[in-house]
């Protein structure tokens, strides 16, 4: 169907839509309204039963608007990887320790995660440490009894 409808169809008009049973579109009379968003619909040629929803409105975006999810956009993310390779390169893997939440580890430590591989820390307080991965920076417990 080409254009958005904005109500339900009224009970017993018709709509066009994809039938997937026949496999093309079809013409579907509107049978019942199940919610004040959608109704149940019948295809005119097989009979199989559809539901039909409406869709909302998009709203349109404020420029520079940050999502509300607070995640920054692709083009402002920075690049992991190219992060990592930096920090590998100047810190180097030689002196990998293995991560345990009872060690305790200091700016620029090499440290083997066994689930997110080898990282690099990049900050340290007595409690956390933020270590960069190769695919993103994770803040990791450390120096716990």
């Given at each position: 169907?080409?254009?958005?409808?904005?109500?339900?169809?009224?009970?017993?008009?018709?709509?066009?839509?994809?039938?997937?049973k026949?496999?093309?579109?079809?013409?579907?009379?509107?049978?019942?309204?199940?919610?004040?968003?959608?109704?149940?619909?019948?295809?005119?040629?097989?009979?199989?039963?559809?539901?039909?929803?409406?869709?909302?409105?998009?709203?349109?975006?404020?420029p520079?608007?940050?999502?509300?999810?607070?995640?920054?956009?692709?083009?402002?993310?920075?690049?992991?990887?190219?992060?990592?390779?930096?920090?590998?390169?100047?810190?180097?893997?030689?002196n990998?320790?293995?991560?345990?939440?009872?060690?305790?580890?200091?700016?620029?430590?090499?440290?083997?995660?066994?689930?997110?591989?080898?990282?690099?820390?990049?900050?340290?307080?007595?409690?956390?440490?933020?270590?960069?991965?190769?695919?993103?920076?994770?803040?990791?417990?450390?120096?716990?009894?």
């Open positions: 169907m080409s254009e958005q409808l904005t109500e339900l169809p009224a009970v017993a008009r018709n709509i066009n839509m994809p039938c997937k026949c496999g093309v579109d079809r013409y579907f009379v509107v049978v019942a309204h199940t919610t004040p968003t959608s109704a149940k619909c019948k295809c005119e040629v097989c009979g199989a039963t559809k539901t039909f929803k409406l869709t909302k409105p998009k709203a349109e975006k404020k520079g608007a940050l999502k509300k999810s607070g995640r920054v956009s692709k083009s402002r993310e920075p690049d992991h990887a190219a992060i990592w390779n930096d920090l590998k390169s100047q810190i180097g893997d030689d990998v320790v293995a991560y345990s939440m009872k060690s305790k580890f200091q700016l620029a430590n090499a440290i083997q995660h066994p689930k997110f591989g080898v990282g690099f820390v990049t900050n340290a307080t007595n409690e956390k440490v933020d270590v960069a991965f190769q695919d993103g920076t994770r803040a990791l417990v450390h120096n716990r009894p």
